[in-house]
């Protein structure tokens, strides 16, 4: 059975540039989880989705966005990049959203904004 | 100061050698997780727990809700164990809150 699937798994963007970034969760998993890991740092939530609406936001600005599809995988979308968005960002997968369920990461996506 | 603080931040040992890393957080939890991360950035989850011990292999993790405190513990490590293991605690109904990491090197 395939984990959690990240792409790309690396990025470079110009300042200014949107991006998008993919997630698709292990097979019967619904919730999905995007969190932004600032190297050195522990990683930030971003957002959660389960069953395709939005169930909780991080401290992050409204150039961040994200939005779950009919078959519970998930983009994370970044608009007007910042040298300050350069980050790894990860996926997790879970088969509810409840914080107590163990989650399932992917590989991540590392994103560079030069 | 961080929801979850974690100890030491730097940690290299010998091959063979007992290694703790230490984990206290400030919020009230349903669960605590210990992550492993390696370089390139992938995250695996290791236990998930919210009373007692939980036992893997060589690893075993500990928690004690009452001083809100968690501790990992490698016994017998080896050079593959070198990673970043990460404390997430799970607050009711919250998000997930990640400590900074401990970055630790086993060298043969």
């Known amino acids: 059975d395939a984990g959690v699937t990240q792409s790309p798994t690396h990025l470079i963007k110009t300042r200014g540039q949107q991006v998008t970034l993919r997630c698709s969760p292990i097979s019967g998993h619904k919730s999905v989880s995007w969190y932004q890991q600032v190297l050195g740092q522990g990683p930030q939530f971003i957002f959660q989705?389960?069953?395709?609406?939005?169930?909780g936001r991080g401290n992050f600005p409204d150039r961040f966005s994200a939005r779950q599809f009919p078959n519970y995988s998930s983009e994370l979308n970044v608009n007007a990049l910042l040298l300050g968005d350069s980050a790894l960002y990860l996926c997790?997968?879970?088969?509810?959203?409840?914080?107590?369920?163990?989650?399932?990461f992917g590989q991540g996506t590392r994103l560079t904004v030069v | 100061k961080n929801e979850v603080e974690q100890s030491p931040q730097n940690l290299t040992a010998q091959e063979g050698e007992f290694i703790t890393i230490n984990c206290s957080y400030s919020v009230g939890i349903s669960a605590l997780h210990w992550l492993q991360q390696h370089p390139g950035g992938g995250i695996v989850s290791l236990f998930m727990l919210s009373s007692g011990k939980k036992k893997h292999g060589r690893l075993i993790a500990t928690i004690n809700i009452q001083e809100k405190h968690s501790s990992l513990h490698i016994t017998a490590s080896h050079p593959r164990d070198s990673a970043v293991y990460i404390c997430?605690?799970?607050?009711?109904?919250?998000?997930?809150?990640f400590g900074t990491g401990t970055r630790l090197q086993v060298f043969p």
């Open positions: 997790a997968s879970s088969i509810l959203p409840e914080a107590n369920t163990e989650a399932f």
């Open positions: 989705y389960y069953e395709k609406e939005e169930r």
């Open positions: 997430a605690v799970s607050p009711p109904a919250d998000k997930l809150i």
